[in-house]
């Protein structure tokens, strides 16, 4: 503590919660809609939104609609949108060749909605799950996932990622040495404006349940991600990431999942005080659902508060499904 504070009852500290209007004049955090990032699922076909059944609210837009939706998220002031492909069963393979197919889907729509609405930043993760006909970030071998020669698949992606017009990649694959090998890439090849949003702080989650429903990677899986993604239990080891990210050439981190780390969020800002980031993933936004839906939790509530424990956790944004809604609302919530 900075000071001892008087004996009641000269310190009350009730004075402070008194009025709507002296919570807000000593209030800490706010969430803002700058603050926000939306992703969004694409899939292939014309005039299609499709509901994610495990993530009521959330679908997948076919490009011509996901062009409306950034355009929708340009005006409510969100400054970046993130895309994740919807792949079709048949394109996937084990040497996932779609993912640096120029013509993919990711890179379809980013190229589209670079040109409808220049203005809103493109996030596209670098990561092999929606193209592996395995399931896994990486490429398989007898059940191994390898991790240098994925490297190589993934310095393709990122680099036709980048040709598409993504402005900020997020590597989310957790192979040893992939910043190191995209930003060399970016660099040699005349992107040195192309942001990284590493997945630092990447930790093998239940909570990604509902989102390789919506991607379609779930099915696919055999085992879990146990080898490459950080075991829940561990800190320390989350911290050495984000460093060994930071010195290979990171701009911005990343802690994920969001609300089960929190801890992650505030020692990654104190220990480095670098733009960090959160992602609510999609098992937290599914859980505000369903509690909501029973009447159990005041949903709307519950959405604003878990944002705003992002921020007083230390965090400068969050990847989250309620972009759209919490920037639509947000005069209304504060
Ligand atoms: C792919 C990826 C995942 C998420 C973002 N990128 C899933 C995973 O690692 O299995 C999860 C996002 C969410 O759950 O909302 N590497």
Not at 245 to 267: F, H, I, N, S, T
Request: with cysteine; aromatic share 8%.
């Amino acid at each position: 503590m900075i000071y001892k504070s008087a004996p009641f009852p000269i310190n009350r500290p009730r004075r402070l919660r008194q009025a709507d209007w002296m919570r807000d004049l000593v209030r800490e955090n706010q969430v803002s809609v700058q603050d926000l990032i939306w992703p969004i699922f694409v899939r292939d076909g014309n005039g299609v939104v499709e509901p994610v059944k495990s993530m009521p609210g959330v679908n997948r837009y076919s490009i011509d609609k996901a062009v409306e939706a950034a355009i929708q998220a340009s005006d409510a002031g969100i400054p970046v949108v993130a895309l994740f492909p919807y792949t079709d069963p048949s394109v996937k393979t084990p040497d996932a060749a779609e993912a640096f197919n120029p013509e993919n889907l990711v890179n379809r729509a980013t190229r589209a909605i670079k040109a409808a609405v220049p203005d809103i930043g493109v996030m596209l993760d670098v990561a092999l799950d929606p193209y592996n006909s395995d399931g896994h970030d990486g490429l398989v071998r007898d059940g191994v996932v390898l991790n240098d020669e994925t490297l190589l698949v993934l310095e393709r992606q990122a680099l036709v990622q980048a040709e598409s017009g993504a402005d900020i990649l997020g590597p989310s694959d957790m192979m040893d040495g992939r910043i190191a090998i995209i930003r060399t890439a970016l660099e040699q090849n005349d992107f040195q404006n192309v942001a990284i949003m590493a997945y630092s702080s990447k930790f093998a989650s239940a909570f990604y349940g509902p989102f390789r429903d919506a991607v379609g990677s779930g099915g696919a899986l055999t085992g879990d991600k146990a080898t490459y993604q950080i075991d829940p239990a561990n800190s320390d080891e989350a911290l050495r990431m984000v460093a060994r990210d930071l010195e290979e050439g990171a701009d911005m981190v990343m802690v994920k999942p969001g609300m089960p780390y929190l801890d992650m969020c505030r020692r990654v800002k104190d220990a480095f005080a670098v733009p960090t980031f959160a992602y609510q993933v999609s098992g937290e936004y599914a859980m505000i659902e369903a509690a909501g839906q029973n009447g159990w939790i005041d949903r709307d509530r519950a959405m604003m508060e878990s944002l705003l424990g992002f921020k007083r956790a230390g965090c400068d944004g969050v990847l989250t499904y309620y972009a759209l809604e919490v920037a639509q609302k947000i005069e209304t919530f504060i």
